[in-house]
């Protein structure tokens, strides 16, 4: 087993990608995670639910808010434990 990173974010253009090294998928959609890190607060990303990411979570959904995009106690509703800047 190892782990395995991995991004979405549509507003890193090509040369930031590859300043990074990285290969950013276009959305959530098809992913399986045990973690998201929400890092980045673009308009876009608040279109994302909390249901939306438990969608692509594992059976222990762990999110890391740094933004505080999301309330503790939503997350914790929908089973999702919240780590990050907001855990109200």
Partial sequence: MGNMLQIT??????????AFGIDAAEDIKGMSADCVVMAVSH???KDIT??????????DPVLVDVRGMFGGA???ED????????NG
């Avoid at 909390?50 to 059976?59: E, I, Q, R, T």
């Fill in 9 to 18: 974010d549509h507003t890193l253009p090509p040369k930031g990608r590859e």
């Fill in 50 to 59: 909390l249901n939306a990411l438990k969608g692509v979570m594992n059976s």
């Fill in 79 to 86: 089973g999702i434990l919240l780590q990050g800047a907001v």
């Fill in 43 to 45: 308009d876009t990303f």
């Fill in 74 to 76: 939503d997350a914790r």
